[in-house]
């Protein structure tokens, strides 16, 4: 059974970083792209950044492009995103989901997601 489990949020202040981690289990993760996502309270998920199984291909949100950098490391069965530049803009919790055919930043499609990790940017 797949699972992924999310980890690296935390508080930071305005122009801070974070990393997060997502850890894929069940499965190789070479097999998977991994999308990165994040909500806030009332408002519909949103796609930050994703990386493709297969060539490394990336794709980002404008609002986080420049920023945010998604990378995987296929031996530890671990995507990243670092953060950079985090502004009032970034806090959610930020969830990674995992599927064999989907590619992109739109949510919908996506077998298996994670629990979820709060980033909260403060002043």
């Known amino acids: 059974q797949v699972q992924l489990v999310e980890s690296g949020g935390g508080l930071v202040q305005p122009g801070g970083r974070l990393r997060l981690s997502c850890v894929l289990s069940?499965?190789?993760?070479?097999?998977?792209?991994v999308g990165w996502f994040r909500q806030v309270p009332g408002k519909e998920r949103e796609g930050v950044a994703c990386i493709s199984s297969t060539d490394g291909r990336t794709e980002y949100s404008e609002s986080t492009k420049g920023r945010f950098t998604i990378s995987r490391d296929n031996a530890q069965n671990t995507v990243y995103l670092q953060m950079n530049s985090l502004n009032a803009e970034d806090p959610a919790v930020y969830y990674c989901?995992?599927?064999?055919?989907?590619?992109?930043?739109?949510?919908?499609?996506?077998?298996?997601w994670g629990q979820g990790s709060q980033v909260t940017v403060f002043s």
């Open positions: 069940g499965a190789a993760l070479e097999f998977y792209a």
């Open positions: 989901a995992a599927d064999t055919f989907m590619y992109g930043i739109s949510p919908y499609g996506y077998d298996y």
